[in-house]
């Protein structure tokens, strides 16, 4: 069932007319999604999903709380809102509370990225155009894995201060894996896209792309642990840029002190390649054009040319700086608590045309398409992070790809490996944020190709697991 | 039916008599009878101990109580109704020097760990008001500890630390579907192939893994899984040799065994995979205090930092909040950001000593990720204090 924004604008405002209550806010969000998923090139799994969310925050002065509901009733919204009243009545003040925007918030931009066909996409549609797929595995002699994935969100922000914000949006997204040997490891190859579009995809290329990678990767020789020069593919310099995100440039972090940034705006946090800006009303960004308090969001500049400049904020964090501050429309959530977060963080592009340029730049080095398991919370101030490298590593000798390699564990701070960046790719991919797609929101990370000089890798490739033992 | 059209092979799913019961959590106190300003007050006080020191700089207390109630109805004639109450508290505390030492503390473990099946009785046995001061003055202890020295050591793992451990590198490579390569999309496959069963060699002869649905109180605790199967306990690893998986009754029967019962679905709309339950580490004897004393030279470290294993689930690493040097059976120093690596096999093959049952807590892990739409899924693991000989450790 499609609900539109308007559809759920009409519920809110019942409900807050039914609930009575003077101060209140009401989140509804209504996505309809169809997941086709395939696992050793079966299609073992096709959902087609309703799943409406709603949040509801209710005020008594300073004192706030918060409920959610998954049900879009009239009764099951007030008793949501009577639950969250119940609840603000007994919780202690909270002198950071900022209030809850009304009818004279400032106006949001047009953010709606609504693709009609992508909202009309069904079962059968998407099992259609995985036929393709699972014929060039067979003809490759591979296993599968991978999904495709749309998506339509309708989202009304409503308070009983006339706040009135609407979002419809389309998204999808298309994942292979082409393997050796179906989860007992051996060669793999992944393909990966997104879009607000669903004719934006090119499954073909994507699937041609991961066929190509798991025949390359046969037969990998093992690596030591040591330095290299590393090319690392878009989707593992989302991976980093996600954890970078989550820990390292909110207002929360840079409070605690934990943050990269906390207490250094106008330094050198970062090498001069790299710029990062929170982009929510660019053409590849699938968030509203409002934050999860309303505010309108905008452009940020995070991180300019390495030296760290903005800070994320939202309305109840800048209330907490004492007024030296601003919100920068980026309140959300991640974990359960509301926290400044990018919607859609993007890493400025380089000059060159594509990996092979910077692979041509490399004497001896890594080739990196992937990272896994990649955990950013070692040690936040200096950006350590540690992870996998997953579905393709290549030695590079001579500026030229030549053997697969076993897959390494790098341990690095990527705040100093940043200063050792010389060569990124010009135009960025588009990935989903992990963190921020396993709580249902629509985050991306958009960032081309990097190549790092003198790159750790603490754990060299394992060896195979003798059967036998 | 669409799934059919593309399918290369027949599915075959073994039938199974009907179940027919209910299940419900034992409960001392009701949670949700509790009055909102008990709940308020058992998390604010510990709060303000947490925060009287100038170098904390943020204090967090929560809890969670959730009830489930489940009615599983097949056309085999299953009618299974399961009311499920689970539940926790905790708290951190971080502290940071002017030197830009930033440490953080976590009680009782890691965030997310402290879970348990039960009512409110799961919160007050907790004493997070007893607990706030020592936690917030380790806080400020790590500010001024060394980092941990890189070295090839001797380690016990807390309990806390182990409990992880064992889910990482032992309850997601017993995941049947996920060595079968139906869960690629997410977290990979396995290194536990099916024609390892009964031969390899996962650890050394003490060590013993089980997987149940029947320890009270666990958080991997059920009357019935999601397609019918009764809970019941099975050898995941028994004295260190591969045994069994984690299974469900379709991918179960692939190996021509019975299904352990181990398939799970967040909720009504998610597709039930296979999943953990209470997957333990079996005990044997003695304390923690005793084994720290039977041990020469080596580094005690607790509570979970952050967390990374290979997509095989071979070669991982982990950090710890909290370490402590030992040397000839006394702790003697306090280190911080303590990283350990290892690879599954050689890791376990080098336990040599686990403490007893009274060391053995019962953890439980509500946020166990799997599958795709991603589904969240409430795991237990009893986990006694263990030691290891020969790992790689350092700091970040």
């Given at each position: 069932?499609?609900l539109?924004?308007?559809?759920l604008a ?5 409900a807050?007319t039914r609930?009575?209550l003077?101060?209140a806010?009401i ?7 169809g997941?086709?998923r ?16 709603v949040?509801?925050?209710v ?14 009733s ?6 949501a809102?009577r ?8 919780s ?6 900022p209030g ?13 990225r ?10 059968a549609?998407?099992t259609?155009r995985?036929?393709?797929?699972f014929?060039a595995?067979?003809d490759?002699g591979l296993?599968?894995a991978?999904?495709?994935?749309t998506s ?9 201060s ?5 979002h ?5 997204a298309?994942?292979i894996?082409a393997?050796e040997?179906?989860g007992?490891?051996g060669a793999?190859g ?7 579009a ?19 990767g046969?037969?990998p ?13 878009p989707a ?5 840029l ?10 929360r972090e ?8 906390a207490?250094r705006r106008?330094?050198a946090v ?10 929510p009303?660019?053409p590849t ?6 934050d999860r ?12 040319r ?9 309305r109840r964090?800048?209330?907490r700086?004492?007024?030296a501050?601003?919100t920068?429309g ?11 977060v990018?919607g859609?963080?993007?890493?400025g592009?380089g000059d060159?045309?594509d ?6 730049g490399?004497?001896r ?5 992937r ?5 950013g ?8 992070m ?8 290549f030695?590079?000798?001579n500026?030229q790809?030549t053997?697969?390699v ?9 705040a100093?490996?940043?200063?050792r960046?010389?060569?990124l ?23 081309p190709?990097?190549?790092f000089r ?9 060896p195979?697991?003798d059967?036998?033992s | 039916?669409l799934?059919?059209a593309?399918s ?8 199974r008599a009907?179940?027919?019961?209910t299940?419900t959590?034992t409960?001392e106190v009701d949670?949700?009878a509790?009055?909102?300003?008990q709940k308020?007050a ?16 943020a204090?967090?207390s ?7 109630r ?14 499920i ?16 030492v930033v440490?953080r503390?976590?009680?009782p ?10 009512g ?5 046995k907790?004493d997070?008001?007893?607990h706030?001061?020592s936690?917030r ?6 500010l ?10 001797t380690v ?6 182990l409990a ?7 309850g ?11 869960e ?16 390899f ?7 013993s893994?089980?997987a149940?649905a029947l ?5 991997g ?12 306990k099975?050898h995941?690893v ?5 045994v069994?998986?984690?299974?469900s009754?379709?991918?179960a029967a ?8 181990a ?5 009504h ?5 296979v999943?953990?339950?209470?997957v333990?580490l079996?005990p044997r004897?003695g304390?923690l205090?005793a ?9 005690l470290?607790?509570t ?15 950090s710890?909040?909290?370490a402590w040097e ?15 690596e290892?690879?599954?096999p ?9 403490c007893g ?8 892990i ?8 991603g589904q969240s899924m409430?795991?237990g693991?009893?986990?006694?204090p263990?030691?290891f000989?020969?790992v790689?450790?350092g700091?970040?």
């Amino acid at each position: 069932m499609s609900l539109s924004a308007d559809d759920l604008a009409t519920l809110g405002h019942e409900a807050l007319t039914r609930a009575g209550l003077p101060d209140a806010e009401i989140s509804l969000r209504h996505q309809r999604q169809g997941i086709a998923r395939f696992g050793r090139s079966v299609l073992d799994q096709h959902l087609d999903l309703d799943e409406p969310s709603v949040r509801v925050r209710v005020a008594r002065g300073l004192r706030v709380a918060a409920a959610s509901t998954n049900t879009l009733s009239i009764e099951g919204l007030v008793e949501a809102l009577r639950s969250a009243d119940a609840l603000a009545a007994a919780s202690p003040e909270d002198p950071f509370f900022p209030g809850f925007l009304g009818k004279d918030a400032a106006p949001v931009a047009d953010g709606s990225r609504f693709d009609a066909a992508t909202a009309a996409v069904g079962s059968a549609e998407r099992t259609e155009r995985l036929s393709s797929v699972f014929k060039a595995l067979r003809d490759a002699g591979l296993s599968g894995a991978g999904a495709l994935a749309t998506s339509e969100e309708a989202e009304a922000l409503l308070t009983t201060s006339g706040l009135d914000r609407r979002h419809r949006g389309t998204s999808a997204a298309y994942r292979i894996w082409a393997l050796e040997t179906p989860g007992a490891g051996g060669a793999s190859g992944h393909g990966h896209q997104l879009s607000s579009a669903i004719d934006a995809l090119d499954l073909s290329r994507e699937t041609e792309r991961a066929i190509r990678l798991a025949r390359l990767g046969r037969d990998p020789i093992a690596l030591p642990a040591g330095t290299y020069d590393l090319v690392l593919e878009p989707a593992g310099v989302a991976e980093i840029l996600d954890w970078l995100s989550l820990t390292s440039f909110g207002a929360r972090e840079v409070d605690e002190g934990s943050a990269l940034v906390a207490g250094r705006r106008g330094q050198a946090v970062l090498g001069p390649a790299i710029s990062l800006r929170d982009e929510p009303l660019g053409p590849t960004s699938l968030v509203p054009a409002f934050d999860r308090e309303g505010s309108p969001r905008r452009a940020v500049s995070i991180v300019d040319r390495g030296i760290a400049d903005e800070v994320l904020f939202d309305r109840r964090w800048a209330k907490r700086s004492g007024g030296a501050v601003r919100t920068t429309g980026n309140a959300g959530n991640y974990a359960g608590a509301d926290v400044p977060v990018a919607g859609a963080l993007v890493l400025g592009g380089g000059d060159a045309a594509d990996a092979d340029e910077l692979v041509r730049g490399v004497t001896r080095g890594l080739y990196v398409c992937r990272l896994h398991y990649v955990n950013g919370l070692l040690e936040p101030r200096r950006a350590v992070m540690t992870g996998m490298s997953r579905d393709g590593a290549f030695l590079i000798e001579n500026g030229q790809i030549t053997r697969p390699v076993g897959n390494l564990r790098f341990t690095e701070s990527i705040a100093e490996a940043s200063f050792r960046v010389d060569g990124l790719t010009r135009t960025p991919v588009l990935s989903h944020s992990l963190h921020s797609a396993w709580f249902g929101g629509n985050n991306t990370i958009a960032c081309p190709a990097v190549r790092f000089r003198q790159f750790t890798f603490t754990s060299g490739s394992q060896p195979p697991v003798d059967l036998g033992s | 039916m669409l799934a059919g059209a593309l399918s290369a092979r027949p599915v075959v799913f073994p039938e199974r008599a009907a179940e027919r019961g209910t299940y419900t959590t034992t409960l001392e106190v009701d949670p949700f009878a509790v009055p909102l300003a008990q709940k308020l007050a058992d998390l604010l006080a510990p709060h303000d101990v947490l925060l009287a020191s100038p170098l904390v700089r943020a204090a967090e207390s929560w809890m969670d109580s959730v009830r489930v109630r489940k009615l599983l109805l097949t056309t085999e004639g299953t009618r299974a109704f399961q009311t499920i109450v689970t539940g926790g508290a905790g708290m951190s505390v971080v502290a940071a020097s002017d030197t830009g030492v930033v440490q953080r503390r976590t009680y009782p473990g890691f965030r997310g760990s402290e879970l348990g099946q039960g009512g409110y009785e799961q919160i007050t046995k907790l004493d997070l008001l007893g607990h706030a001061e020592s936690v917030r003055e380790e806080a400020i202890a790590l500010l001024s500890a060394p980092p941990c020295p890189a070295g090839v050591r001797t380690v016990i793992l807390g309990s806390n630390q182990l409990a992880l451990q064992v889910h990482e590198s032992c309850g997601h490579p017993t995941e049947l579907d996920r060595a079968l390569g139906s869960e690629i999309t997410l977290a990979g496959g396995s290194f536990l192939q099916p024609a390892m069963l009964d031969r390899f060699r996962y650890g050394s002869p003490i060590v013993s893994l089980t997987a149940d649905a029947l320890t009270p109180g666990g958080l991997g605790t059920f009357g019935w899984d999601d397609e019918g199967v009764p809970a019941g306990k099975a050898h995941l690893v028994r004295d260190g040799i591969f045994v069994d998986y984690l299974s469900s009754r379709e991918s179960a029967a692939a190996l021509g065994r019975p299904s352990t019962g181990a398939m799970r679905a967040e909720h009504h709309a998610r597709t039930p995979v296979v999943r953990m339950l209470n997957v333990s580490l079996e005990p044997r004897e003695g304390s923690l205090e005793a084994l720290v004393a039977d041990t020469a030279d080596g580094i005690l470290l607790d509570t979970n930092k952050s967390w990374s294993i290979d997509d095989l689930r071979l070669g991982f690493q982990f950090s710890c909040e909290i370490a402590w040097e030992i040397k000839n059976g006394k702790r003697v120093r306090l280190l911080r950001d303590a990283v350990y690596e290892g690879t599954t096999p050689a890791f376990w093959g080098a336990c040599d000593a686990i403490c007893g049952p009274e060391e053995a807590k019962l953890w439980g892990i509500a946020t166990c990720g799997k599958g795709d739409p991603g589904q969240s899924m409430s795991v237990g693991h009893g986990a006694p204090p263990a030691r290891f000989r020969g790992v790689t450790v350092g700091h970040s």
